[in-house]
């Protein structure tokens, strides 16, 4: 791997991702210092902070601490951030527009697993002071530095802005060590296509663009644990089975939960909890008792009571989407032509027509 370091990432690994769907938690307020001056986290833990004066800044913690100095101080266009936290790790996507830029990334408390898009003119980034890499074109890579290990070095970006989208993965509190990544070596500048995959659809979730749940981003974290796991073990690949699936009693205990807090946001933790199995082998148990992941049970559950609320013409769209759990209105237009096949809107008018006058 020449100067890289770390366990080779062979591009085919995961010949079982499809079987996992989704996961969650519940965001937690962050604060920062800008100019001084305490600002407070937004509910949503969701904030675009801009980097002023104050030359370090300290992310993500507890889960994990990434830091960068500008080394241009007079520069113009700071560094801008979106953030987010979940019950055992926290993502970030930052941008930075043409600058110079130290940076460190010390793996304390978490786990640090990127996805770089940037192409810089120069620089050189070390792992636990090893021999550095001067790679400049990091459109794609991934960079991996576990827990006890640190990252540091500096880059210089002249003609395009960059990007890097982080996530600080903490242990998940399961005995199970299927998703014990405390043996996977630092990695530099690798590829991975399960891995890229996986944290694109997580970035997704940051940004906006993709599904704003946090069911489905627990998961999507529980799966980067079993893709780091079994791409530094490749003797792991296949995970094992659980036999049987749910019994009949954690079967109707967990659509209990389901049913009784549809309303709300629902973790896979939770259902894992309520099954008394950890969560990787509640996802797989569950799947294979009813066919459909978690995730994708729990989004049927809510369209099917979406379908009987939508015949009280009393109730607007955004009230039914609030009362079976989603966001708003949009996520439950999207979700329910997916399972439907239309609109809330177009199947309220089908169903309208199809009263008797």
Request: aromatic fraction near 8%; avoid cysteine.
């Amino acid at each position: 791997m020449s100067d890289r370091g770390g366990v080779n990432f062979g591009p085919n690994l995961h010949p079982a991702a499809s079987r996992i769907a989704a996961g969650s938690g519940r965001p937690k307020a962050i604060g920062t210092i800008s100019n001084g001056r305490a600002v407070a986290g937004r509910r949503s833990n969701l904030q675009y902070l801009r980097k002023l004066t104050h030359p370090w800044r300290k992310s993500l913690e507890p889960f994990g601490k990434l830091e960068w100095n500008q080394r241009r101080p007079d520069a113009r266009r700071p560094l801008l951030s979106k953030r987010k936290s979940w019950s055992w790790f926290s993502a970030e996507l930052v941008h930075a527009w043409p600058t110079e830029l130290e940076f460190q990334v010390r793996g304390d408390a978490a786990a640090y697993l990127a996805l770089h898009d940037s192409v810089r003119s120069d620089g050189e980034t070390t792992i636990n002071g090893g021999s550095g890499s001067t790679l400049t074109d990091l459109r794609g890579k991934l960079t991996f530095v576990p827990i006890g290990s640190s990252a540091e070095g500096w880059t210089r970006f002249e003609r395009r802005a960059a990007s890097v989208f982080a996530v600080h993965l903490t242990a998940t509190g399961s005995d199970d060590d299927t998703n014990d990544i405390s043996k996977v070596r630092p990695s530099l500048y690798f590829e991975n296509h399960n891995l890229k995959a996986t944290l694109r659809k997580l970035q997704s979730v940051l940004d906006g663009s993709g599904i704003n749940d946090n069911a489905y981003a627990e998961t999507l974290g529980l799966l980067l644990l079993w893709e780091l796991r079994h791409a530094a073990d490749l003797k792991h690949s296949r995970p094992r089975p659980v036999r049987g699936g749910l019994t009949r009693r954690q079967l109707r205990q967990v659509k209990e939960f389901i049913d009784a807090h549809i309303s709300n946001e629902i973790a896979i933790s939770d259902l894992a909890v309520v099954a008394g199995l950890s969560q990787f082998h509640f996802i797989r148990a569950f799947k294979d008792s009813v066919g459909l992941s978690p995730y994708q049970y729990v989004l049927s559950e809510r369209v099917r009571r979406a379908r009987g609320l939508l015949s009280n013409f009393d109730l607007s769209i955004a009230e039914v989407a609030f009362s079976v759990g989603f966001s708003d209105a949009s996520q439950l237009n999207r979700v329910f032509r997916k399972f439907v096949g239309l609109t809330p809107t177009a199947f309220r008018r089908e169903t309208d027509s199809s009263f008797p006058m």
